[in-house]
């Protein structure tokens, strides 16, 4: 189901800016402040991204299908809990244990989402909350609440959902703390109808919103897109955007998605911090 592959769109700022030494005016520090707001924000976005994964994916095994309650042998665990099967109003948690669950992608989950739905994933006003218990990826301590509602089709008849973080919270192996929330809508404006097994290949996201948060040292930023990020399921970098990070007291980073064209899938994106540019490498 090509429904299944929407989590990547919550992901598109998941990674980490690493400035280079290419820069295109005279050789300065790298500002540390520009780095650490944008790494905890990448941080953040990419494990309450991974977060709704989970659920979609939990979300989708049973849509449109009877509840149940999965193998019980093996993590993890999905206990699903009916609700007024009229209304297709459902509970579920997905316990990946205390030991920790090893994923196809190398990371070990440990705790438990509890979520709940509305309806089914597709369909319009479908609310999707969930919430952590003991939850962590790769030993990092993920506390908050997600929303995710289906919000129908926009004046260009592309399907769009409402997605918000609120209470965010990260804490590292090393006990440094992070905290972050942020409101996005994601788009999906092409290959929405496509059909057959690899009719999700030609899909793409486009996303807007802001997010706001305070970094491990203690420094509170904002970041809000100015442009829509355009996020392809093929590639796992932004192609196409720009947004501002804001921390207190310094100067407005402005970053550019852009600077490799959409043609191809490519990691290279600019930043332009007090009038300096820096080119950076997405992970």
Request: net charge negative; aromatic share 10%.
């Amino acid at each position: 189901m090509k429904t299944k592959i929407l989590f990547i769109a919550l992901t598109i700022v998941g990674m980490s800016l690493i400035f280079n030494s290419c820069k295109k005016k005279e050789e300065v520090e790298d500002p540390v402040y520009s780095t650490e707001a944008a790494q905890d924000n990448a941080l953040a976005d990419n494990l309450f991204g991974d977060a709704l994964k989970q659920v979609e994916d939990a979300h989708l095994q049973q849509d449109g299908s009877e509840k149940s309650i999965t193998d019980s042998t093996t993590y993890p665990i999905i206990t699903i809990e009916p609700g007024d099967s009229v209304e297709y109003v459902w509970k579920a948690t997905i316990d990946f244990g205390t030991d920790g669950v090893e994923g196809s992608d190398g990371r070990i989950r440990k705790g438990k989402i509890i979520f709940t739905t509305t309806g089914r994933y597709r369909d319009v006003g479908t609310i999707i909350t969930a919430t952590l218990e003991n939850y962590s990826v790769d030993d990092y301590l993920i506390e908050g609440n997600k929303r995710v509602e289906n919000m129908g089709t926009n004046q260009d008849g592309h399907l769009y959902y409402d997605i918000d973080v609120t209470n965010g919270k990260i804490t590292d192996p090393d006990g440094a703390i992070r905290t972050w929330e942020s409101h996005r809508v994601r788009t999906w404006v092409v290959g929405e109808n496509s059909i057959g097994w690899f009719g999700w290949l030609d899909d793409e996201y486009d996303i807007t919103g802001s997010a706001s948060g305070v970094t491990r040292s203690n420094k509170s930023y904002t970041i809000t897109i100015t442009q829509p990020l355009r996020v392809k399921i093929l590639c796992k970098w932004i192609q196409d955007g720009n947004l501002d990070i804001a921390v207190s007291g310094t100067p407005t980073i402005h970053v550019d998605y852009g600077v490799g064209g959409t043609s191809t899938c490519d990691n290279q994106a600019k930043a332009t911090i007090d009038g300096q540019e820096y080119t950076f490498y997405m992970h």
